[in-house]
């Protein structure tokens, strides 16, 4: 059964870098393209970034290009999510997804984790 645990959220003041983690069990990891959604308080989750089945390939969306960067290592089954210059906007759950055909983008997801909040403040 697939499972996915996101770790490394937290409460940070506005301008600092977090790095979220999540490892992915029951699947073969490499097998699929992993990404990153996020959902802020009475808003849509929307799609942050993505990274294909070897991680050459990453996906960032324009909102987030420049600051939030997408990697993977595949010996330890784990996504990461390194964020930088962090604003109150970018308070969220943050969630990690698999995706066994590849997919990268906002369509993106077969298996979902529980999420990890990130709260930013002045």
């Known amino acids: 059964q697939a499972q996915l645990v996101e770790s490394g959220g937290g409460s940070v003041q506005t301008g600092s870098s977090l790095k979220l983690s999540c490892v992915a069990s029951?699947?073969?990891?490499?097998?699929?393209?992993m990404g990153w959604f996020r959902q802020a308080p009475g808003k849509a989750r929307e799609f942050v970034a993505a990274?294909?089945?070897?991680?050459?390939?990453?996906y960032v969306a324009d909102a987030f290009n420049g600051r939030f960067t997408i990697s993977r290592k595949n010996a330890e089954s784990t996504v990461f999510l390194q964020m930088n210059r962090l604003s109150e906007d970018d308070t969220a759950v943050y969630y990690c997804?698999?995706?066994?055909?590849?997919?990268?983008?906002?369509?993106?997801?077969?298996?979902w984790g529980q999420g990890t909040q990130v709260t930013v403040s002045s």
């Open positions: 990274i294909s089945w070897t991680g050459v390939g990453t």
């Open positions: 997804t698999a995706d066994a055909g590849g997919a990268m983008g906002p369509t993106m997801g077969d298996y």
């Open positions: 029951g699947i073969i990891f490499s097998n699929y393209a």
